[in-house]
T-cell receptor, first 110, second 115 residues
Framework: DAKTTQPNSMESNEEEPVHLPCNHS???????IHWYRQLPSQGPEYVIH???SNVNNRMASLAIAEDRKSSTLILHRATLRDAAVYYC???????????FGTGTSLTVIP | EPEVTQTPSHQVTQMGQEVILRCVPI?????FYWYRQILGQKVEFLVS????????KSEIFDDQFSVERPDGSNFTLKIRSTKLEDSAMYFC?????????????FGPGTRLTVT
């Protein structure tokens, strides 16, 4: 599985934007970039995914670097409910499971 | 919005006992998965299942584990003789396809405590 690197933790003030970075320098041309999050005591929850172009949905935006070696998950206005561990995961052709790393633990400060 | 459900939410069992964890995947999904997460550790893949067969399994999924789709809606994980180290959250997931452009939907988990 291709590896990703994320900061262990980040903090944000409530109602401010949050940019969660992910490095994936060994990404191959056909790997998809997926983001999941895990709220306390819950199962992982799909957030967004993309291949090359930036993506927007109701939860977040995904900005993908032109060389695809990094990406950023953007929460436009952090709420207390967004406090979670955020996982950046590369989906390749080697299997059908998701490989979860340690993710970024996001703390939202009221 | 359709969701994956799991029962029970918490299961306590004694070492050596058999447990069955149950999941109801999203109804039009064809691919099913089990993951586990030991307290404070990463989410780890156990097994994937399609067309009544295991399609992939990890090293964790040894002979003590088995999966089954006993009817058109349930997907189960059985641990034949539980050990203390089986204590963990177990998450079921399902997806429409195996394509890497598709997401997996996870259930809320079953907390298994082996005493």
């Amino acid at each position: 599985d291709a590896k990703t690197t994320q900061p262990n933790s980040m903090e944000s003030n409530e109602e401010e934007p949050v940019h969660l970075p992910c490095n994936h320098s060994t990404i191959s041309g056909t790997d998809y970039i997926h983001w999941y999050r895990q709220l306390p005591s819950q199962g992982p929850e799909y957030v967004i995914h993309g291949l090359t172009s930036n993506v927007n949905n109701r939860m977040a935006s995904l900005a993908i670097a032109e060389d695809r070696k990094s990406s950023t998950l953007i929460l436009h206005r952090a709420t207390l409910r967004d406090a979670a561990v955020y996982y950046c995961i590369l989906r390749d052709d080697t299997g059908n499971q998701f490989y979860f790393g340690t993710g970024t633990s996001l703390t939202v400060i009221p | 919005e359709p969701e994956v459900t799991q029962t029970p939410s918490h299961q306590v069992t004694q070492m050596g006992q058999e447990v069955i964890l149950r999941c109801v995947p999203i109804s039009n999904h064809l691919y099913f998965y089990w993951y586990r997460q030991i307290l404070g550790q990463k989410v780890e893949f156990l097994v994937s299942f399609y067309n009544n067969e295991i399609s992939e399994k990890s090293e964790i999924f040894d002979d003590q584990f088995s999966v089954e789709r006993p009817d058109g809606s349930n997907f189960t994980l059985k641990i034949r003789s539980t050990k203390l180290e089986d204590s963990a959250m177990y998450f079921c997931a399902s997806s429409e396809t195996l394509l890497k452009s598709y997401e997996q939907y996870f259930g809320p988990g079953t907390r298994l405590t082996v005493t």
